[in-house]
């Protein structure tokens, strides 16, 4: 009957090391992710909770829809930017994703 279906062996003592060498993949594709994907992540976050909290009026800002502006106005969770002579925007202090170097507005 052995051709049709295998036979059934009792399973042998599992030691410690085994198991760990099953859990080895799993911790070494942790560790990967950690590195690549997590850290960088967390330091991007950082940065940009760093950046944002260092706002102050006449810096020049880009909002995360790409609109280009001087800050006129801080608030706690509020910037005002002035975009054109005479225009200005209230924009969310997270929306800001970079400041620009002096003098990018008149230039643009």
């Known amino acids: 009957m052995g051709f ?5 062996w009792a399973q042998g ?3 410690g090391g085994e198991t760990w060498m099953t ?3 799993l911790v070494l594709i942790f560790v990967v992710f950690y590195f690549l994907l ?7 976050q950082k940065k940009h909770r760093e950046m944002v909290s260092d706002l ?3 810096d020049e800002v880009v909002t ?8 006129t106005g801080v608030k706690e969770q509020f910037l005002t930017i002035e975009v054109a002579k005479g225009v200005e925007m209230t924009v969310q202090r997270h929306t ?4 620009m170097p002096k003098g990018t507005v008149k230039a643009a």
């Open 4 to 8: 049709l279906i295998d036979d059934a």
């Open 38 to 44: 997590i850290r960088p992540q967390s330091k991007r």
């Open 56 to 58: 102050a009026i006449g």
């Open 96 to 99: 800001i994703s970079a400041v």
């Open 23 to 25: 859990m080895l993949p």
């Open 64 to 71: 995360a829809g790409g609109v280009l502006g001087k800050v």
């Open 13 to 15: 003592s599992t030691g």
